[in-house]
């Protein structure tokens, strides 16, 4: 177990180093970067605009000139090209910039660097090339080369500080020329010298792992300040292990940590620490600017209202070319004092599809407003009016599903922009209009809670034809007509007979929930003429406001707003089937965005959920781009925290916490972020490689840096966008397990999955049993049993209509073919030559009987008895012809639901669990 001492910034800490005849001190200040990945540029963050060589520059000039005796040092990963740099730009690029950075640090004046694995990235040879044009003392006690030095001095008066690096010795495999020292060997030598030159301060910077580091340094106990170079500062800028200080670096230098010590008679006083932004108050260095090309990529050219191109990229002639964005009219059409109207979220989203955007919001009511309004019949707001010239945009055709053209404009419609104020209608203040289904799982607790608002009451249902349609069929249509009937009979018992149907839905016994009164006006007036007026009477304002789906609410008959539920009977059903013992071996988890408010109407809607996964996103490009202003670094992480604590209270057993777009988050805030998941009681945290951008190296690295810092359980969740879905599944999975941490894949059958799909489950699994260097070293669950994977991946493959590869690892039709005489002669001699695995591991080689004669199939015009010889093959028994017939509607209805024949599996399913498939069945949308 990691143990750290806090040190207060500004109070004192005093490390005894023992007695010296001289008498005088010195105030040493120590100024640290590091994991700067040659980032030259300041950040275009919406919170802090920070960091840059230019800004960095004037900092470091700053602090000198308050103390001259001013020692400045780099931890490493300052090369470009690495995995954690964000901005690589391809191997030219990625040197060019590197060598900018290098002479940037340079004209800084570094006084000692410490080399990371990064500094390898182009070879040893660029590396030594390049360093030797600098005047710093480039450091690796354990490289063995005349261009590394072990350890540098630097004297303050009378004071000398020695600062000693050390490489991860990982780096031997990627450079075998190199010669590498082991690194307590090494630590060791290098603290012998330094004591023979009379060091007052020993720094060491490593770049080792946190344990390999506590063991050095209780070997060498002379080091007085340890600064872990591939580590990042976080809320503390300092920390202890015993007398030992702790530093390490900010993250893209866009801080600097800086600690000044008080040194007299050996004694080594903390005097002050400070963690200091690299702000945008600082005025860029001139110096630096005369080494700085203005670009290096288009990303790096920014001026709004514009399209921008780096011309000449990475050339210290290269230049920002701007062109004015084309500009397109937004007429926005707003109530101001709407409630629920804000138009910010969609007007921003506009903004970074079309740049040229020039908004013109139009206020009703107003005079132009509503000539707009009555020439384009519009019936809601806010209303958004694109001029047609929107054709001509490059984002058009991404857009113009949700556009519709008319009169002259395109309309934004209302999927995209949701309605907040009804036109055209007079305001009824405190009347409350509820639009829901009572199939719905969630309205019996709904109309409960609304009750002391006296809701109006309005089905989902519609006109077809003579009768009525609605999203459950013609039972909640009658439903309905039940329900305005008793409105009409019995007024005052109307709410709570509704209520308790929403409660008991699932049975036919309405009467039940009706106490004391003749039901036979009901069934007389919903069975005639009488309740079809008043249903119609009951969702006239359904087709006048253009409602569809629920629960939706309009308020004061004037404002609107929607809540949409959806999978709560399918998410029910499956939790009572685990329940019923149907699956023992799995666990189900639901997904839920990482508020607390999500879950508490997650735990209202499915109140046996045991196991979740609460998600929020954590790039910045996320937290600029989606969520708009709206949420920061610091509201991420508080809303994260509260979500696990909302789901602990209602009863969660386990609970994982997803990083949605974890990989290209920032690496010091995905630890943050990481860590406070476990604060808040995570069970595991789930890397998330959102856009598949990854590779095998560096998911390896970044989890085993992530896996490092929090030492919890790791869940991997990787998309295919690069085809590296399950090398990256795996690879970020072993870095789990490296750093002392269990790991979880997310995999789906067959792959399946947005975009091009995540991890295989077959592949991930024959990946971890057969692949080099993962066979035997990494162990799965041992109830894990491919005998059934032809099986669920054909059954997969049937129901979501997408065939199985040819291809696809161990179920794919070519997976054992061999066609070649080569591979037939080997094969057949021992199937171990070209067989990598047995295809009776995955069920496969028995025969499949295919019916080439009379087959009786059960579909939506099943009659009874084709239906019972069916299910007689099948050696399923009724005990009387109306429990027959009840499966005979559920499997009729499942036929017309997915327009396939039954497999066997599903119906003996139905028959098996008839309640559980009539909810599965009547989902609403």
Known sequence: MRVRIKVVVALSVLFVLGLNAKCFAEDVTLVLAGQTHAMLYHCNCPIESDGGIARRATLIQQLKKNNPNTLVVDSGSFFAGGPMDQGSLGEDLDKARTIVHLKAMDLMKYDAVSLSPDEFNFGTKFLEENIAKTGIKFLGANIVSNKIAAYAVKRFGKIQVGVIGLVNPLISSKMPELQFIQPQDALKKAVSELKKLNVDLIVLISGLAEDQNKVLLSQNPEVHVLIEGAKFAKEKVTANIGSILLLAPRWEGRRLVAVTFSIKNKAIEVKKAEDIRVSDKLADDKQMLGILPQCFSDRDCRKEGSIAKCLNPGQLNAVCEFKPAPQLALTVINKPDCRTCNTDGVINS??????????????????????????????????????????????????????????????????????????????????????????????????????????????????????????????????????????????????????????????????DCLTDVDVSAVKTCAQGPEGKQLLKENISLNRELQIANGPTYVLDNEFGFPITRHETNYLNANLELAKKGAFPLIHLGGWLRATSEDVKTAYKLVPELKHLNLSISTSD???????????????????????????????????????????????EYLIEFAQAAKAAGADRIRYCDTLGCDSPFSIYERIKLLAQEIQHPIEVHCHNDLGLVVANSVAGAMAANDAGCDAYINTCVNGMGERAGNADLVAVILAIKYGNQVAGKYHLDEKVNLKTAWKICKYASYAFGIPIPLNQPGVGSNAFAHESGIHADGALKDRRNYELYDYEELGRGEPEIIETGRKITVGEYSGIKGFRNVYDKLEVAFKDDKEAAEILELARYANVHNQKPLVDEEMKFIAKYPDIARKIFTMNP
């Open 350 to 511: 506009l903004r970074n599809e079309f740049p040229g955007l020039k908004v013109e919001t139009l206020n009703f009511p107003g005079v132009k407003a509503e000539k707009l309004i009555e020439q384009l019949q519009l019936n809601y707001l806010p209303a958004y009016l694109l001029d047609k010239k929107v054709e001509t945009e490059r984002s058009f055709e991404k857009m113009k599903q949700n556009l519709e053209l008319k009169g002259g404009y395109y309309f934004l419609n209302t999927q995209l922009t949701g309605i907040g104020y009804f036109l055209h209608r007079h305001q009824i203040s405190g009347r409350l209009d509820l639009f829901l289904s009572l199939v719905n799982k969630d309205s019996g607790v709904l109309l409960e809670t609304l009750k002391e608002f006296t809701p109006e009451v309005h089905f989902l249902a519609n006109e077809d034809g003579d009768g009525f349609a609605a999203p459950g069929g013609r039972l909640e249509a009658e439903e309905y007509l039940r329900a305005v009937c008793v409105e009409k009979y019995y007024p005052g018992l109307f709410y709570n007979y509704i209520t308790c149907r929403a409660k008991n839905i699932d049975t036919s016994w309405w009467d």
């Open 621 to 667: 490009q996320m937290i600029v781009h989606k969520f708009k202003g709206k949420l920061d670094h610091a509201s991420i992480i508080k809303e994260m925290a509260e979500a696990v604590a909302v789901a602990r209270k209602h009863g969660a057993d386990t609970i994982g916490v997803n990083a949605e777009d974890a990989s290209r988050t920032r690496i």
